[in-house]
């Protein structure tokens, strides 16, 4: 087993084991994000679902209105005028036929990618390359869709596609440390309601179970369930 750091030795000592209001838990966040790179921040959520059954199941997209800190490279596969719809709305990558050979070649320079229903008859050869990245396009993810410059200015301004993964956690970040805490609230709170808002049917009983925030390479902060589904995003904005 590897030995841990001395420096996360130290940042766990920070962290009481206890539940912190929202707030103070993204403080703590800031406080340990002391790696030499700019660390994201992350919420790692434990919801009372068992994917396993299909009404339990959580794929959605959520708009950080604060934006993730990242730079989104779009790509995109259309016909028609739906690219140079594409191309003006400043997507990274656009084509047709062309685009998925080069694909199936091995090109993978872009972090999302949007296909028109129309091709997507085209775009199911690459399935099995682009599931396990999950960078195959989706209606639920917003990622098949005809408003081609919509989704692009979505995804580019902070729009991310998240899924709970088969023991029922969702790991997602949710903007970057050096944001400030105000704005980590933020796009915190945005996330909080957009689970809230696609509660799988099948979910009985308690839905949240835990909240854990932290650093790329910080330690673990537990929040308050009740601390942060009590703010009013009206409030915290």
């Known amino acids: 087993m ?4 001395r420096r996360m030795q130290d940042l766990r000592k ?16 800031k406080e340990t994000a002391t790696a030499k790179f700019p660390e994201s ?3 790692h959520i434990r919801l009372g679902i068992d994917p396993k059954y299909a009404d339990q199941q959580l794929r959605t997209t959520v708009v ?11 790509a995109v596969i259309a016909r028609g005028e739906k690219v140079n719809e594409a191309s003006n709305a400043g997507a990274d990558l656009v084509g047709s036929e062309e685009l998925i050979d080069e694909i ?3 090109r993978m320079d872009f972090d999302k990618l949007i296909a028109t229903p129309d091709v997507m008859p085209m775009v199911a050869k690459l399935g099995k390359l682009l ?31 998240f899924r709970a993964d088969r023991t029922g956690i969702v790991h997602i970040l949710f903007g970057k440390a050096s944001f400030s805490t105000q704005d980590l609230l933020v796009n915190l709170k945005a996330l909080q309601e957009t689970i809230d808002r696609n509660r799988p049917s099948g979910a009985k009983g308690r ?16 929040v308050d369930v009740s601390g942060l589904r009590d703010l009013k995003l009206s409030e915290v904005a």
Do not use: C, H
């Not at 590897?2 to 750091?5: G, W």
């Not at 839905?207 to 537990?222: D, K, Q």
């Open 2 to 5: 590897k030995k841990e750091s």
């Open 14 to 29: 920070k962290v009481e084991v206890r539940a912190y209001q929202p707030l103070d838990a993204l403080n703590l966040l």
């Open 41 to 43: 921040a992350e919420a």
């Open 64 to 74: 950080l209105p604060k934006g993730t800190g990242q730079t989104v490279r779009v």
């Open 104 to 106: 199936l070649k091995g």
């Open 131 to 161: 599931g396990p990245r999950g960078l195959m396009p989706s209606p639920k993810g917003g990622t098949v869709t005809s408003d081609v410059a919509g989704a692009i200015a979505e995804f580019k301004a902070g729009k991310l596609e």
């Open 207 to 222: 839905y949240w179970r835990t909240v854990y925030v932290s650093a790329t390479m910080g330690p673990s902060i537990e």
